[in-house]
Nanobody, 125 residues
């Protein structure tokens, strides 16, 4: 029902910036809630940021708050993650994820059932 394709990863020096994109293909009749996750090498996957349908609300993990910004172009169905002041600990595979929006609440993490293939971000010292 939902197809996600990420792009924009790469290697950058600490302090630099990258912007990730996620092209979303979906049934326009379905409301989807979007988020970015990451999985550092040897660690568990963690949520980085999420955005409400329509973009009225965003939420960030403490690790990226103030440095990353999630946004969406709803006309083009593209999700973005602007990453500034990157640190070596931001090195990870980054994934775009989608959930069918539940009524009246934010999705639980397990409700994100649609995933992209991931894009690697490497931050060097």
């Amino acid at each position: 029902q939902v197809r996600l394709v990420e792009s924009g990863g790469g290697s950058v020096q600490a302090g630099g910036s990258l912007r990730l994109s996620c092209a979303v293909s979906r049934d326009p009749r379905k409301s989807v809630c979007m988020a970015w996750f990451r999985q550092p090498p040897g660690k568990e996957r963690e949520e980085v940021a999420r955005i409400s349908t329509g973009g009225s609300a965003t939420r960030y993990s403490d690790a990226v708050k103030g440095r990353f910004a999630i946004s969406a172009d709803y006309a083009k169905d593209i999700l973005y993650l602007q990453m500034n002041s990157l640190k070596p600990e931001d090195t990870a595979m980054y994934y775009c994820a989608a959930a069918l929006c539940p009524s009246g609440r934010d999705p639980y993490e397990w409700e994100y059932k649609y995933w992209g293939q991931g894009t690697q971000v490497t931050v060097t010292v």
